[in-house]
């Protein structure tokens, strides 16, 4: 639905504007954490509860979902829809939102980090960035509908390529990147989006969801 909304958004009152699908794609759901699922992050919240975290001895027990698992359907993510478009890019600038969860996009960001190299990465002049003491492999972080922007430039003609720019990245899908592109990061967890937006009081964000609320882009400005 926020994908929706994002797609929406881009052609609202505007009919030149071709209608664009929202890609719907099981490779990007969230870590599946098996008989783990509604129990805390921390096991001394269970202290706070009756849960017990489950183990192998309980019956149907179902193991969460390894890293290796989720790395390879990143792998997979990338070398099916975003490497092709930088391969044969279209004539004009071409957009990509992607919109998950937030294990899954840290993944899919230290894959996609690995693919092009550290050295392919820079920061935008204008970026706010709160540490730079934390790796890049950690450095995005996503907040409720935060969003990671990023510029991946084509290299230029005669453009000399370094050396250690190409894929290293060690997987069973082994996807194959396009060697030269540089990735500018433009914005890191961007909320500016939610200034001055209200919050709800009386505990509602833990509600369950009804579609009678009012829609999302009813708290968006139009362009």
């Excluded at 907040?143 to 453009?159: D, F, Q, V």
């Excluded at 939610?194 to 009081?201: D, I, P, S, W």
């Excluded at 505990?203 to 139009?222: H, N």
Aim: glycine share 6%; with cysteine.
């Amino acid at each position: 639905m926020t994908a929706e909304v994002i797609r929406d958004m881009q052609n609202a009152g505007d009919p030149d504007v071709p209608h664009t699908e929202v890609v719907k794609l099981d490779l990007l759901r969230e870590q599946d954490f098996g008989s783990f699922e509604r129990t805390p992050w921390a096991p001394k919240l269970l202290s706070l509860g009756d849960r017990k975290i489950p183990g192998p001895e309980n019956p149907g027990f179902k193991p969460k979902e390894t890293p290796e698992s989720i790395a390879e359907r990143a792998d997979t993510f990338l070398s099916t829809y975003l490497l092709p478009i930088l391969a044969d890019p279209p004539s004009s600038a071409a957009a990509v939102a992607i919109v998950a969860h937030g294990v899954i996009l840290a993944v899919l960001w230290r894959r996609w980090l690995a693919l092009f190299g550290r050295k392919a990465f820079s920061f935008d002049p204008r970026i706010r960035i709160r540490s730079t003491s934390r790796p890049l492999e950690l450095l995005p972080v996503w907040s409720n509908t935060g969003y990671l922007e990023l510029h991946a430039r084509k290299p230029a003609i005669g453009e000399k390529v370094a050396p250690d720019s190409g894929p290293k990245i060690p997987s069973s899908v082994s996807p194959a990147a396009p060697r030269g592109w540089k990735m500018v990061i433009i914005q890191i967890n961007c909320t500016d989006h939610l200034v001055n937006l209200k919050r709800a009081r009386g505990g509602l964000g833990s509600a369950r969801f009804d579609k009678k609320q009012k829609k999302l882009e009813g708290f968006f400005k139009r362009a």
